[in-house]
């Protein structure tokens, strides 16, 4: 056992994912660290996004802004998209739309430019965030890593992001070029992971954002194997497999994720009870956070935190907190975990 593996396997975090008898739930929500906290705007300091989350200092501050609130792991700051920038294809963040390459891959020679195997090097800023994170931090926490699954990063290389249809389309008319597409960002990604948690990560997540829009059929081709391959790939460290609200649960509980997030349309218990060897991360509707009052935020994670039944449980949400979410909210979904007392 490295050290970074004897220090990550007492967190509380990492015992609740053994499905251990845990003191209380631990609590993080997807994209905890972002333009909701406005501490976050203020280091922020004009610059893009991919210049800020290469630069290591402030990257690692993000991450570690939302430990105020008492959240039981730190998610490293950077996105789903830094790796196929590691691979060869430079992307930029346009306002209102989100990642965007400087020139989709359209043509088999574009793909085939994608390094499959890009050397930790080639994001070192991430790795060395990661150490600067642990290095910062007065009280030992746990690291998360993370990245997107083949087919929600493929939608973004290719342009298409959550356009399902224009995604689809692409697939249809270019399939040769999608097929590789997917096998080079699986074996990147493999990679990728088994160097976060070589370094010291504590578990990671598996993001399939759009993967919830897909037929049945599609997600048996273009989804759930390459979670099988990826989540059997990078061992050693709780894997964490999310989709946003994915109508396949029967599949998620197929691929050998530890952890499962769930969405608002899963109940918590009803999966509990179907599948007691599972660990459920989730589920309260960032909605709520969104729109409505600490007593409403209040009585959703209650009951949230009841239906989980207080083990193999991490308490997040169905989907990440929204940039309008008052930073109040935010301080009692948090503050609701730690006070709870089943
Ligand atoms: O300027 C900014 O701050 C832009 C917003 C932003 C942030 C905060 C982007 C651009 N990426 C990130 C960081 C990020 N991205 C994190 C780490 C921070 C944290 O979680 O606290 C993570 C986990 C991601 C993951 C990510 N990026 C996903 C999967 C999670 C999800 O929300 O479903 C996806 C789909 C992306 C793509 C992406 N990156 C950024 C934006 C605005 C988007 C979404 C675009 C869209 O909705 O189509």
Known sequence: MTVAEMKNKDHLLVRAARGEAIERVPVWAMRQAGRWDPEFH?????????????????????SILPVRFGVDAVILFYDITTLPVSMGLPFSLQPNIGPVPASPVRTLEAVLKLNP?????????????????????????????????PFTVATYCIGTGKDINATRKFIQEQPIIWHELLERLTSATIGFLKTMIAHGACAYQLFDSWAGMLTEKEYDLWAQPFHRRILAGATGAPRILFVKECPYLHKQVETGADIISLGKRNDLKEARDKYPHLVFQGNVDENILRTGTPAEVKIAVEECLRKGGGTRHILNLNHGVDRTTPVANFETFVKTAHEFKG
């Open 42 to 62: 203020k280091i922020r300091s004009g610059l893009g996004f991919y210049d800020f989350s290469e630069n290591v200092e402030l990257a690692a501050k993000a």
């Open 117 to 149: 195997y890009p050397q930790p090097e080639t994001y070192s800023h991430v790795t060395r965030m990661l150490t600067q994170v642990q290095k910062t931090l007065d009280k030992p926490m746990p690291i998360l890593a993370f990245a997107g699954a």
